[in-house]
């Protein structure tokens, strides 16, 4: 299931399938999935069933990829990590606004289900919310919102 997911969401952004390994020593405590550098290799971690949190990150990391081959310099130039940054800061950076927002998409039309974002400061809620509308308008007009399946 998980690897067909991976497929598609790669076959929207035109990117090519990574290998995926289900992995928990190449994640950090707190991640859920991590693409390497190359873009070649999707790190999952390892549970009986796929966790939404695990498609969400699935996702945020391979559009981070397409983010790097579609405007490194945009998404890339001024990043700084979470480590170097406050939440507020980190979470505003385009790139955060941008991955948060297409995964949000993608886990609301496949899935039904609204990321809240709760653990974010509302300004980046704000700003992903309305890079939901963007990439529903611009880049996948036929995937909609949650809203729009359950009128």
Same mark, same amino acid.
Not at 15 to 39: C, I, S, W
Not at 56 to 63: D, G, S, Y
């Given at each position: +299931?998980?690897?067909?997911?991976?497929?598609?969401?790669?076959?929207? $952004?035109? $990117?090519? +399938?990574?290998? #995926?390994?289900?992995? &928990?020593?190449?994640?950090?405590?707190?991640?859920?999935?991590? *693409?390497?550098?190359? /873009?070649?290799? *999707?790190?999952?971690?390892?549970?009986?069933?796929?966790?939404?949190?695990?498609?969400?990150?699935?996702?945020? @990391? $391979?559009?981070? @990829?397409?983010?790097?081959?579609? &405007?490194?310099?945009?998404?890339?130039?001024?990043?700084?990590?979470?480590?170097? *940054?406050?939440?507020?800061?980190?979470?505003?950076?385009?790139?955060?606004?941008?991955?948060?927002?297409?995964?949000? #998409?993608? #886990?609301?039309?496949?899935?039904?289900? =609204?990321?809240?974002? &709760?653990?974010?400061? /509302?300004?980046?809620?704000?700003?992903?919310?309305?890079?939901?509308? @963007?990439?529903?308008?611009? =880049?996948?007009?036929?995937?909609?919102?949650?809203?729009?399946?359950?009128?």
């Amino acid at each position: +299931m998980i690897n067909n997911y991976i497929k598609t969401i790669c076959g929207m $952004l035109g $990117l090519p +399938m990574p290998q #995926v390994f289900y992995n &928990d020593r190449a994640l950090r405590p707190e991640e859920h999935a991590k *693409l390497t550098p190359d /873009g070649k290799q *999707l790190y999952l971690r390892k549970l009986k069933t796929a966790s939404l949190d695990q498609l969400f990150a699935a996702a945020a @990391e $391979l559009r981070r @990829e397409w983010q790097r081959k579609t &405007d490194e310099r945009f998404y890339f130039g001024e990043y700084k990590s979470r480590e170097e *940054l406050p939440l507020r800061e980190f979470s505003l950076q385009p790139s955060e606004i941008d991955s948060n927002a297409f995964a949000a #998409v993608i #886990v609301s039309a496949f899935f039904g289900v =609204e990321p809240v974002f &709760d653990e974010l400061p /509302g300004a980046a809620r704000a700003k992903i919310e309305r890079r939901c509308e @963007e990439i529903r308008r611009n =880049e996948f007009p036929t995937l909609g919102s949650a809203a729009d399946h359950h009128k």
